[in-house]
């Protein structure tokens, strides 16, 4: 099993920028594909392989988030750039063993999940 920690969450201006974290425990980080939604629904944001070489975006957010992994440090972060009022929300990150689909159903079924960070953005 994995525990999962955000962090980095805040209020900004529409069209600045903000780094969310997500610090991972337990079993072996690298075992997991990891993912960031948003909201109480779990709207899907982007997910990252476990090699890091596979991402995939909701076009919402595509070209404006990116999602990146440190397999060395347990972490996985998203950069937001350019965020729009509409991006408010808790973000939460996730975890699901071996692959990393871009379906939010995959992820609510077997995923791990953190507890959310609130990111606001000010119009």
């Known amino acids: 099993q994995v525990q999962l920690v955000e962090s980095g969450g805040g209020l900004v201006q529409a069209g600045g920028s903000l780094r969310l974290s997500c610090a991972a425990s337990g079993r072996t980080f690298g075992d997991y594909g990891m993912g960031w939604f948003r909201h109480t629904e779990r709207e899907f944001v982007a997910t990252v392989s476990r090699?890091?070489?596979?991402?995939y975006y909701a076009d919402s957010v595509r070209g404006r988030f990116t999602i990146s992994r440190d397999n060395e440090k347990n972490t996985v972060y998203l950069h937001m750039d350019n965020l729009k009022p509409e991006d408010t929300a808790v973000y939460y990150c996730?975890?699901?063993?071996?692959?990393?689909?871009?379906?939010?159903?995959?992820?609510?079924?077997?995923?791990?999940w953190g507890q959310g960070t609130q990111v606001t953005v000010s119009s």
């Open positions: 090699d890091g070489d596979t991402r």
């Open positions: 996730a975890a699901r063993l071996w692959v990393a689909t871009p379906s939010r159903k995959d992820w609510l079924a077997d995923g791990y």
